[in-house]
């Protein structure tokens, strides 16, 4: 048996969120990652509005809650302030790709030194499970109740790949937390995003295929299945765009 | 030393020197001087700019960076102003304070370029959603503008609130002598024990405006409530012009209260005895003096001059409170009055 133990960076908060809730397991991968490269004491998030709008409640370093959409503007302002923090914002899909695209995609157009990570549950989460510019055709969403229907509803978008078409991003990579191996390689994303940071690299996003039970109306194992078995079919895992190995 | 300045470049400046560090913002005319002036000056001073990819990201990067610590402003007019009304919320309900300029033009909509104060509801009314303020000035001059500028980080510091200054194209285009307060040395600034920076000595610093429970948000409520009565008491900024033996008051402010000015003198030379009131902070407003004169017997009437089709008068009447008529005169458009017109008005409706 393997035993963890709980990261110094995480409170004892009890999480509020969903049983079968990707967001806990991520707030848990981006505090070790915090930790494993001994930046808690220079650490500074930016929570979105959505889900996960009480993060600020399980970790300990200095936070800011923003407005929705709006974390990648705030995280630039607090950066100019902190250039040597490290700084990130956590945002859901509704939140970082539908209000917040245009802030999304100027803060990675500039090249911003901060990281996003990305939570895509496909479903706006905490306004009860209404489409998001990630719901996959077909998939039902309460405004969208016979299933996503691309000629009423538009079509998802592919928000890393979307990203990597720009200059600023040093570094994109899509992950899942629907099994242990995806976990453990979505912590190595988002701690190689944080050492380039660190580094001063550039603008670094990781998206991390999420699931949301209570909206998709599954049980948390039915969940992780759907995305195991429609989401990351349609949402390929993997590296994105790397621009430090082509420096190697 | 006093050198002739353009009322934008002077304010960008004055910023500077009051230790302002990091400035975002989005080009819109008539205030595109601010960020010009800006994006050069704040380098040599080893603050931050960024041209934002619009007034909504970059009230948010002032939030950021405000909450960060740093004295951070962002300039707009009219329409850019309307964008960030949701970032000033959030920046007045998490309590960071932050500087604003406003050099407005015509609306409503895109409306025109020219010189309005159309937005006084906006900037003294909340603008944004929610129970705050603004503390708000409304400057006459360059040098005014200058000034206050310069000491509006220091107060919007002081209370945690954002703090707005309102002029418009003619102030911000038109070339005045002006002297800018000496620079500030930023290693001095008062701490701010609440700002994040990464401290982490075991005390969590948060900047939210969050607050689910209702009687948590209510306290809150109650708590900036008290704040904006300590602004009102210690803040409040009027000027009277020739009011003591006034018959006829003008009410108007910034670059409106000059031309009020110019047509007193004309009116005092054929002999009748007007004066202005002129509110320096339209929020808090100086309702007190409005009051004070209202009571006078020798005051026949007040007339609130504006570029609106009438805005400030509701607080003028207000101030008033049934006690003297009160007139009202305004161009809109981005037409302005000329002292001529003021004087004909007073002695025609005499
Ligand atoms: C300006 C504004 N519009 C709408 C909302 C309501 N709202 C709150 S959370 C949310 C969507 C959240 O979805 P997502 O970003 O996908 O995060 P999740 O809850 O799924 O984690 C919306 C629309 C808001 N708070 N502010
Ligand atoms: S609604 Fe969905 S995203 Fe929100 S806490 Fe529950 S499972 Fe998580």
Request: aromatic fraction near 8%; glycine fraction near 10%.
């Amino acid at each position: 048996m393997i035993v963890q133990k709980k990261p110094q960076l995480l409170t004892d908060t009890p999480l509020h969120y969903c049983p079968g809730c990707t967001h806990g397991i991520v707030h848990r991968l981006v505090a070790e990652s915090i930790e494993e490269l001994g930046m808690c004491d220079n650490a500074i998030g930016v929570m979105p509005v959505g889900c996960a709008v009480f993060g600020y409640n399980y970790f300990k370093c200095d936070m800011l809650q923003a407005a929705h959409g709006r974390a990648p503007s705030v995280s630039t302002g607090v950066k100019r302030v902190h250039p040597d923090a490290l700084v990130f914002s956590y945002q859901g899909d509704g939140d970082c790709s539908s209000i917040g695209m245009c802030e999304t995609v100027h803060a990675a157009a500039r090249g911003e030194n901060f990281t996003i990570i990305f939570i895509n549950n496909g479903i706006y989460g905490m306004t009860g499970g209404q489409m998001a510019p990630t719901t996959m055709e077909g998939v039902k969403a309460t405004t969208c109740i016979y299933g996503r229907d691309p000629k009423i509803n538009g079509n998802p978008i592919h928000v890393a790949e979307m990203l990597a078409t720009l200059t600023g991003p040093c570094y994109i990579e899509r992950v899942a937390c629907d099994n242990p191996a995806h976990v453990n390689a979505a912590k190595k994303a988002i701690k190689k995003a944080f050492e380039l940071q660190i580094a001063k690299k550039g603008f670094t996003f990781i998206e991390v295929l999420a699931s949301c039970p209570s909206n998709y109306h599954l049980t948390p194992l039915d969940a992780q299945k759907f995305v195991t078995e429609r989401a990351i079919p349609f949402y390929p895992l993997g590296v994105i765009k790397d621009t430090t190995k082509e420096e190697k | 030393m006093k050198k002739l300045w353009k009322g934008n470049e002077a304010i960008a400046e004055a910023a500077i020197a009051a230790g302002c560090r990091y400035f975002f913002g989005y080009p819109i005319t008539p205030q595109n001087e601010i960020p010009e002036y800006m994006s050069w000056r704040l380098n040599e001073v080893g603050g931050s700019f960024v041209q934002a990819e619009s007034e909504v990201s970059a009230i948010n990067m002032v939030y950021g960076a405000a909450g960060a610590g740093g004295r951070a402003m962002t300039s707009s007019s009219s329409p850019g102003i309307s964008l960030k009304q949701e970032g000033i919320s959030y920046l007045a309900g998490a309590m960071v304070p932050c500087v604003i300029i406003n050099m407005m033009r015509s609306g409503p909509g895109l409306g025109g370029i020219q010189p309005s104060q159309g937005d006084y509801f906006q900037a003294t009314k909340g603008g944004g959603h929610g129970d705050y303020h603004c503390i708000v000035y409304a400057p006459a001059s360059i040098q005014e503008f200058v000034d206050i500028t310069y000491k509006a980080f220091d107060t919007a510091d002081r209370y945690r609130v954002p703090v707005m200054l309102i002029g418009d194209g003619m102030l911000g285009q038109m070339m005045e002598p002006a002297e800018i307060p000496p620079m500030k040395n930023i290693n001095r600034l008062p701490k701010k024990d609440w700002a994040v920076d990464c401290n982490n000595g075991g005390t969590q610093r948060l900047i939210n405006s969050i607050k689910i429970d209702a009687n948590e948000l209510e306290e809150h409520n109650i708590h900036l409530a008290q704040i904006y009565e300590e602004i009102a008491k210690k803040e409040t900024e009027v000027e009277t012009y020739l009011c003591d033996d006034a018959e006829y008051i003008f009410v108007a402010y910034g670059s409106v209260a000059r031309i009020c000015k110019a047509s007193i003198d004309e009116l005092r030379k054929e002999g009748i005895k007007a004066g202005l009131i002129r509110p320096i902070t339209l929020y808090p407003y100086p309702t007190k003096t409005i009051a004070k004169y209202a009571k006078k017997r020798i005051v026949k009437k007040f007339v609130t001059v504006e570029l609106s089709m009438g805005q400030m008068v509701e607080d003028v009447r207000l101030a008033v409170n049934g006690k003297k008529p009160v007139e009202f005169y305004g161009r809109a458009g981005g037409n302005v009055m000329m002292p001529g017109d003021l004087v004909k008005y007073i002695k025609e409706g005499k």
